[in-house]
């Protein structure tokens, strides 16, 4: 076929400017304000500037 333009495979992603919202450390979780790439309940890599 004819080479198109466009996203192909599972590609590593970076977002930037992301806020925190809210830090539970008894439930270990970490809440994200903004647009977070991936499937809901999915594991994601967070990198701490």
């Known amino acids: ?18 806020k925190i919202v809210e830090v539970s450390t008894d439930k270990k979780e970490l809440k994200v304000s903004g647009p977070v790439p991936g499937a809901r309940n999915s594991e994601i890599i967070l990198k701490v500037l």
Do not use: P, Q, S
């Open 1 to 18: 076929g004819k080479k198109m333009a466009g996203r192909l495979g599972n590609k590593k992603v970076t977002i930037k400017g992301l």
